[in-house]
């Protein structure tokens, strides 16, 4: 059983032996926007949510609790909320990874001395997205709360670490624990010894006796109390980097791509700790046992909401995938590109003056050149990345395997494939996520014997192979990365406030 | 209300409407409304008056975008895929064949091409039997023409194939063995839209060893593993309509 506690709902998925679905249960919780810029969830809203997914999900597949092997944690990443040891009510709502209140918090801590010293310790660049500056940003700003944490009695979670606290009994004995990929994305965890490091701690102003116990991915060896009990929870991670186990990208080089409303990939890097010198972030793929396996991440803010904006703000089309529809009515882009640096551009450029840009306009450019444009500018930003991470690690990745929302979008998933000039594969099980975190639950309770037990499950569903002309290939990927240069032009001439 | 809105000056405000078929005011927006998400009718920006909208004119034409109905059922058919152990097809009427708008390989690992755009002949396919079975005018067209043997056992008899789609309506899903390529098989159920119209079918096709039992007809556990895989489909539209 997998619990996908992700950013707009929260799923309760169970799998067989063989990784196929048997019973599916979602709710969706309320995003608070209590000011521009602020993103906030309840987190009791979430923990009722679970309350009723899980029997729900139960009653679906016809079977009882006993009959759940183990149940493993995925959740939306960087996400945290802070509560009260004592009576389990949380303080404010959780803070999500989408919130930037931190804005001018990270530009001052960006002047402090050590900021380098963080980067190298963590993994992570500095910036909004993740746990620390949100977490600081709270202990200054919410009365009583420093010293309420001092004495020791507040703890932070992130929603991983909240959703296993109660359904191992809350105040009365709850686990406080996290994994190492969920801690990796608090920048206040060590790399390298996988343990809250203390000069982040320092850096940030983080008293430690708030911060739950780091396992890896697979110890988390609990066992649930409350809203169905007796299962034993045996497994965590962050949503991508499940998927990146779903995906069975078990073998260092490997690279999995999750696209959804923006675009995650992931490259396994195997044993060895891998500073990115291109612009991606380092993180923990996983751990089961005693080794970890590290990965390299590249993040693409904008990829399946440029074609939501194409639809709600441009009113082009009616639902989404008919994108594809009106791109197919012109055969190539026309010349015309878009950058969709709506609030800036993630990996591999971290700028984020950059705001997005149509160039190449003519009087014959017409909605279907945009939408080509629109899909084109996921393929090539995809591009960047992989580019980033083979230059990285020194070696070429083989195949990008692929799933969400828009691997439903053949012409897109074709052109990754020509971009990109590997093929490009979709698993038969498109809930990655849930099944990578049901793998490492279901590997910790020995219901598969091992990663090989696993890979064959792994089923291909669909392939597409490069079949664009070399020379074409690298013009327009000149011509994408002009448009790229051409936003940083655009941010320069900008005022900044 | 759209008879109305078809005849004479094609323009009506909300009362003359209501008034006109006696209905409440607020009932009469109510339904306005609804055509209006439905783009059957459009309403005056300065005026506020109602007229026909565009959508009615293409009544006939675009019943779902192809890249929809596989975005809508991709879960779907890799259930189907999984569960039977055989390659997944969805198809939709094109140009007197059926389209291949969506395609998931066997789940066996072994080497296959995506056949995404592909065009497959109706009468000799389970996709196709399912879509002439429920467009007369489809099945019409086809009695009119020539049907191409491809195999021995390929229907070439308009009448045969009548009997076949009668019998395809009277069971809701259609099978076929060895009529498209030797050794090969198929079954196919229809995918409908809220209203019961089959806009698409969804198939699996193998060794019909497998697909089919000793006496040559299609297993009945693979037959409900489908039809239960096109009615999924079909809720799937109903609920996001």
Known sequence: MAIDQGTTSTRCIVFDQNARLVAVAQREHRQYHPRPGWVEQDAVEIWRNVDRIVPQALRQAGISADQVVAMGITNQRETFVLWDRHTGVPIGRAIVWEDIRTEDLVTELGKKQGIEEVRDRCGLPLATYFSAP?????????????????????????????????????????????????????????????????MLLEFFGVPSSMLPEIRPSSEINGRTTRVVPGIPITAALGDQHAALFGQTCFEKGSIKGTYGTGGFLLMNT????????????????????????????????????????????LGLIHSAPEIETLARTVKDNGGCYIVPAFSGLFAPHWLSQARGLVVGLTSYINKGHLARAVLEATGWQTREVVDAMNADLGVPTPVLKVDGGMTADHLLMQFLADVLDIPVMRPLVAETVSLGAAYAAGLAAGYWPDLEGLRRNWHLAARWNPAMDARHREDEYANWKRAVELTFAWARSTPSN | MLRLLARGSGHHGLTEIADSLGLARGTAHGILRTLQRVEFVEQDHTTGRYRLGAALLHLGTSYLDANELRSRSINWADTLAARSGQEVRIGMHHDGAVLVVHHVFRPDDSVQTLGIGAMLPLHATA???????????????????????????????????????????????????EEYMPGEASIAAPIRIPGGLVIGAIGISGAADRLCDSTGRPRATLVRQVVQAAESVTTSLVDEN
Do not use: C
């Open chain 2, 127 to 177: 996709l196709g039997k399912v879509l002439l079975a429920y467009d007369p005018d489809l099945s019409a067209a086809a009695r009119r023409r020539e049907l191409t043997s491809l195999t021995r056992r390929t229907i070439t008899r308009t009448q045969m194939l009548e009997r076949v789609l009668t019998e395809v309506r009277g069971q809701g899903w259609a099978g076929e063995a």
């Open chain 1, 134 to 198: 949100s977490l600081r940003w709270m202990l200054d700003n919410v009365a009583g709360l420093r010293a309420k944490a001092d004495r020791g009695d507040v703890l932070f979670g992130t929603m991983d670490t909240w959703l296993i606290w109660n359904l191992t009994g809350g105040v009365s004995g709850g686990l406080h624990v996290t994994d190492v990929t969920n801690a990796s994305r608090t920048m206040l965890m060590n790399l390298s010894t996988r343990q809250w490091d203390p």
């Open chain 1, 270 to 313: 195997g044993t060895e700790l891998v500073r990115s010198k291109h612009g991606l972030l380092t993180t923990i793929g996983y751990q089961i046992g005693g080794e970890p396996t590290y990965a390299l991440e590249g993040s693409i803010a904008v990829a399946g909401s440029l074609v939501q904006w194409f639809r709600d703000n």
